[in-house]
């Protein structure tokens, strides 16, 4: 007859990374087994201490158990899990939220935590034709109103006297416009389609699905100003220019003239325009979140320095770290963790107390299709993360193995059932 581990012993070994995979496994058999006011619960009550389950105190316990047990082999800091197979990591993730559901289960929290099934069997779902990911497709609009769409063997386009790709080969069909008398430009994405733009200062803009970009084909000596529809990740060129000979010349850019004075100018503000938002940076990265469907705007910074004006005269200033989020001019600035939001630029899904509704739309966007929801699903928070390279069915897959919630497919119209 095998050992039996005291459940203490293996809680204690868990929380200290010192657990074996055969200790774990039994761990986790328990927990599936457990039920309120077990022998779990005071472990679990003793590591969340005098502040009870509440989210913070939850979110800083599955954070150091997740450091503890896999301290050596977690990937780097905002990259998520970086497997890019068709599941879940079978390590990192299991535990971490086999942590959260022991919080769960032992404490009676009425919450649905997405964790790794060691299954790789195929989706319970209906699907008739399953639907590839999201890949790089975009459009561009001209000053004319023709529209170009662009090679989806590319990444992305430069904006210089001409409008190349960025190994360098032209955009074909395009008349380029004189340098010195701006057009408007706009790059679209679709449902399904991600892109990259580097603007004429040299700044490089990644615009996520279902976005839109307008911006002019040289930005005048004052300040560059760009309108936003969407999601988009700028990682903005140096703010500051000098006079040489007469003739404005962009640090580092290599793009030529900016106009004509005398003596130097320290600051060429760059600035995003997004549903009356706007966000004026000084040289810095960030994430724009901003679809015209979404009750909320939001502004993450990851680099340098950012003033986000919402109506009111000062603004307000954003470090990095930083989170402004705008519902209907009510603003809150929040500390969080960066690499949670700008995940999609790095080809991921994360989810950290995801609505499901969020998730919905996130699918909707980039894999180009439309959720009939006729159940509630508001009360569903979702924890995980998953490569937005898996095919729909696997994404769904892992939702179904995970909530009460079951999905059937006609085509790209998705039905959500309990």
Known sequence: MSHKTPIAELFNKYLEGTIRPAELAELLQ??????????LTPLIQREL???GADYPSLKAL??????????????????????????????????????????VIALGLGWLVIRTSIETGGTSAS??????????????????????????????????EKIT?????????????????????SLTTPKGGTYQVTLPDGTNVWLNSASTLTYPSRFDDNERVVELVGEAYFEVRSTRYEVRNTKYEVRGTGNGVRGTGNGVRSAWPFRVISNGQVVEVLGTEFNVSAYSDDPEMKTTLVEGRLRVFTGKTQG???????????????????????GDYIAWKQGQFVFYGTSMPTLIKQIERWYDVSFDV?????????????????????????????????FTQEGRHVMVHR
């Open 316 to 338: 307000s200033i954003l470090v990095p770290g930083q989170q402004l989020t705008n519902r209907n001019g009510a603003v809150q600035i929040a500390t969080v963790e960066v």
């Open 165 to 185: 790709y960025l190994d360098g080969t032209e955009v074909s069909a395009i008349d380029h416009p004189a340098p010195d008398v701006p057009q408007p430009l």
């Open 62 to 103: 599955v954070d150091r158990v997740e450091a503890k047990v896999f301290a050596d082999t977690a990937p780097t800091a905002h990259s998520g899990i970086t497997s890019r197979s068709s599941h879940f990591s079978l390590k990192r993730t299991w535990v971490r939220y086999a942590a959260v559901a022991a919080v």
């Open 30 to 39: 328990y927990i599936e087994r457990s039920e309120t006011g077990d022998e």
């Open 127 to 160: 699907i008739e034709t399953d639907i590839a990911p999201g890949t790089n497709r975009a459009t561009l609009t001209l000053a004319d109103g023709r529209k170009v769409d662009l090679n989806t063997a590319q990444n992305g386009i430069v904006v210089g």
């Open 374 to 406: 006729t159940v509630p699903v508001d009360n569903i928070e979702l924890w995980g993360s998953l490569s937005r390279d898996v095919m729909l069915s696997e994404i769904l897959h892992v939702i179904e193995l995970n909530t009460p919630l079951k």
């Open 49 to 51: 201490g005098e502040q």
